[in-house]
C-alpha cells in the first residue's frame, strides 16, 4: 500500500489516496496469480461515472454490465442468476444462399410469421431448459424475441460486447455457447 500511496501521491485522487491505494492493492492481488508471479491487468477495469465524489469510489469484485434489460417490463434486480452467455442471435436462421423470399399472400405471410414464432419459442425453451434465469446475448434481437422472452418469464440483456462477454464469462464460471443446441446446465454461468 505505501508504494501504491507513492505513486498516487502527485495525482488528483491525492486527497484520497489511502482509499484509492487500498483499492488499487485490492484490485491486483484479486486478479493475481501468485504461484506465478504473474497479473493479468486486462481483468481489471476502471469505470468512469459523471457526478458524484473521489470519496463515492468503489471496488466492485466482479464485472459490470451497463446495459438495461431488454424489455422495460423485466425485472431489474435479479438474485442468485444462472445466466446463459450467449453469442448467437435471437433470430429464426437464415437461408444460407442469396434468395428472395415472395411472400404473396395474406397465408404466405401467416405462415412466415408461424415459422418464426415457432423458432423464437424453441430457442426461448432450449435456454429454459438449460435452468437458465437470465440470457445475456451478443447480438440483438427484434420486438417479437423480445416480447416472448417477457411471456415466458426469461430477463434478457442484449448488445453486450465481445470483452464484456468473456468478462462475464470469466466472473461467472459460465461458458461461452455459440449455439443454442450446445446450452446446457453446466454451461451456465452463476451470480
Known amino acids: 500500500i505505501k508504494v501504491a500511496l507513492t505513486t498516487l501521491g502527485s495525482k488528483i485522487v491525492n486527497r484520497c489516496g489511502r482509499k484509492f491505494a ?36 468503489q471496488l466492485v469484485k466482479g464485472v459490470i454490465v451497463d446495459k438495461t434489460m431488454s424489455h422495460s417490463q423485466m425485472p431489474k434486480e435479479l438474485k442468485d442468476v444462472k445466466l446463459a452467455i450467449l453469442t448467437c442471435p435471437f433470430e429464426p436462421p437464415k437461408p444460407k444462399t442469396k434468395h428472395n423470399l415472395n411472400v404473396g399472400s395474406v397465408e404466405d405471410y401467416n405462415s412466415l410469421y408461424k415459422f418464426e414464432q415457432e423458432k423464437f419459442c424453441e430457442m426461448i425453451k432450449q435456454v429454459k431448459d438449460s435452468g437458465a434465469t437470465l440470457a445475456i446475448c451478443q447480438w440483438g434481437f427484434d420486438d417479437e424475441a423480445n416480447h416472448l422472452c417477457l411471456q415466458n418469464e426469461l430477463p434478457a440483456v442484449r448488445w453486450v460486447g465481445g470483452p464484456e462477454i468473456e468478462l462475464i464469462a470469466i466472473a461467472t464460471g459460465g461458458r461461452i455457447v455459440p449455439r443454442f443446441s450446445e446450452l446446457s446446465s453446466d454451461k451456465l454461468g452463476f451470480a
Open 22 to 57: 487500498e483499492m488499487a492493492v485490492d484490485a491486483i492481488l484479486s486478479v493475481a496469480d501468485l504461484d506465478r508471479k504473474d497479473v493479468s491487468f486486462d481483468l481489471i477495469k476502471i469505470e468512469c461515472k459523471t457526478g458524484g465524489a473521489l470519496e463515492d469510489s
